[in-house]
């Protein structure tokens, strides 16, 4: 089987303001020449993803494009040379146009040069009010587009102590991926985010990770077949840092990270890319 490749997505949520956002970029990039490959090999393949607020999406990609940081730029993921950078949207709207005030459309995504887009955050699910149903929309809408789709799953702490965490993925992913066939499939990113985890500064532990990925590994298998299974990136997600990334990393299902808090310091996040492109599974 052909290792799959190591994704890290940094989710800024709402935070930076333009010139904010331009500054973190520019910081990141000190940090990205400054950190010194990994010793060995160079690792199979790191993809690297930054979600900014809607408004800073086309100042960070200049940014990055200026920096020879911006996928299709100067850079590049082989050694040496700092690597490349795809962009992500934290959310959109389905449909491709229409009177829907405040939204925004996988067409408009496209436009700024978005290669990901989050999909069913639990905070969107949570606060706004997202479902399973509308999570779906978006998911074929970005496939529909060519925009790879990062699907959050994940239980809450009482669904965790009911017992419920495998019949809760499994009905996020189930009514989710419906409709979704096996060829688009391996464009799909699946992140697995419980919800306690999120932003509480206790990661899930590597145990719980293991089960959890292990049996969205199994549901996706069995959705689309083991070719396409193996190929989707297991995302982990929820209080991840450079000092944690590295054992998440080793477990067999976890192939890359959705960081929150850590991803707004860039010295952090520089170091999380390091261990991310030398840690072997
Ligand atoms: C997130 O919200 O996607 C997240 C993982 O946040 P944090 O890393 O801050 O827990």
Redesign the pocket.
């Known amino acids: 089987m052909t290792p799959r490749p190591r994704l890290i997505v940094g989710?800024w949520?709402m935070h930076k303001t333009i010139p904010e956002a331009v500054g973190l970029v520019e910081q990141l990039a000190k940090h990205l020449r400054r950190e010194p490959a990994a010793p060995g090999p160079p690792p199979a393949q790191l993809e690297i993803v930054v979600a900014p607020p809607f408004t800073a999406l086309a100042a960070v990609a200049s940014t990055l494009a200026t920096h020879g940081l911006l996928v299709g730029t100067e850079g590049g993921t082989s050694r040496p040379g700092p690597p490349s950078v795809e962009l992500a949207a934290q959310d959109m709207h389905w449909e491709d146009a229409g009177a829907y005030t405040g939204e925004v459309s996988p067409l408009m995504l496209k436009d700024l040069g978005c290669r990901y887009v989050i999909v069913g955050?639990?905070?969107r699910r949570r606060y706004f009010g997202e479902t399973d149903a509308t999570v779906r929309k978006k998911v074929l809408a970005a496939l529909r587009h060519g925009l790879r789709p990062i699907l959050?799953v994940g239980e809450t702490w009482d669904q965790r102590t009911r017992n419920q965490t495998e019949s809760v993925l499994a009905a996020q992913l189930t009514e989710a991926l419906t409709g979704v066939d096996k060829d688009q499939g391996t464009e799909v990113v699946i992140?697995y985010?419980p919800i306690w985890?999120?932003?509480?500064g206790h990661?899930a532990t590597p145990p719980q990770a293991r089960e959890a990925h292990r049996h969205i590994r199994a549901r996706i298998t069995a959705l689309w077949g083991q070719e396409t299974g193996e190929r989707v990136p297991i995302l982990y997600?929820?209080?991840?840092t450079a000092e944690n990334i590295g054992e998440l990393l080793a477990i067999r299902d976890v192939d890359g990270a959705?960081?929150?808090?850590?991803?707004l310091d860039p010295a952090q996040f520089a170091r999380i890319l390091v261990v991310a492109g030398s840690a072997t599974a």
């Open positions: 989710n949520k955050h639990s905070e959050c992140a985010e985890a999120i932003g509480s990661p997600g929820g209080s991840v959705l960081v929150g808090g850590a991803c």
